[in-house]
């Protein structure tokens, strides 16, 4: 298995560790059809950090979106979920931080955002709601 799908594969189960209410699918690839409240893991755009490349290696530091979505056809509810995972306190940001190593893959864990709550097509005609972080992973090399 490569470095990058081994930290997506970390990131996704330090998530599912976290055990937050409602969420009910954690994928730690790009996922299409969510069975909200899904939280997913996929390489950013750009997905190699352009800041790393005064250290001789463009690589050195990978970049994932953590996307999570929920329905929207009852939106209080909905946001209230979301809301909690955008906690500065207790969100998921604190927890994506909390281990810093991701079983070895990483040195460094940054997490920014989140987004603000926006729009996304769901399956067929629905919208989901929903936000995203991004997460700098300085990969470990030795």
Not at 115 to 139: A, F, M, N
Request: a negative charge; one cysteine or more; hydrophobic letters at 40%.
């Amino acid at each position: 298995m490569t470095q990058a799908r081994a930290i997506a594969d970390a990131l996704a189960a330090v998530i599912e560790d976290a055990a937050f209410t409602g969420v009910e699918q954690v994928v730690g690839r790009l996922n299409l059809d969510p069975t909200p409240l899904s939280i997913d893991v996929y390489p950013a755009d750009p997905f190699n950090d352009d800041d790393s490349e005064g250290f001789g290696d463009p690589s050195y530091a990978y970049r994932y979106t953590v996307r999570a979505r929920t329905h929207s056809a009852d939106p209080i509810p909905a946001q209230d979920l979301l809301l909690d995972l955008m906690d500065a306190n207790e969100g998921l940001a604190v927890a994506l931080e909390d281990d810093q190593t991701l079983n070895g893959n990483a040195s460094s864990v940054v997490v920014t955002g989140p987004s603000g709550l926006r729009p996304y097509r769901g399956v067929g005609e629905s919208v989901l709601i929903g936000c995203e972080w991004t997460v700098k992973v300085l990969r470990e090399t030795s």
